[in-house]
């Protein structure tokens, strides 16, 4: 028996966003802004990561040892 004053159990239909829409919305999330962010600072600053990485070893010698 089904009680009237609560009506069924159904949930209503979600909206669906276009596939664009939804496409940017991942594109524009909090830690994909610091990835783009993180992303465009060596091009700003006129660095390649590989280039310091590369670097960081420049100084060894095997000789001290």
Partial sequence: MQDV???YNELPPSQRHPLLL????????FMALLL?????????SQT????WLGNLGSN??????
């Fill in 5 to 7: 004053r609560y009506g």
């Fill in 22 to 29: 939804r496409f940017v919305n991942q594109l524009t999330h």
């Fill in 36 to 44: 783009w962010v993180a992303g465009t600072l060596p091009f700003i």
């Fill in 48 to 51: 390649h990561p590989r280039t």
């Fill in 60 to 65: 060894f010698d095997q000789r001290n040892f």
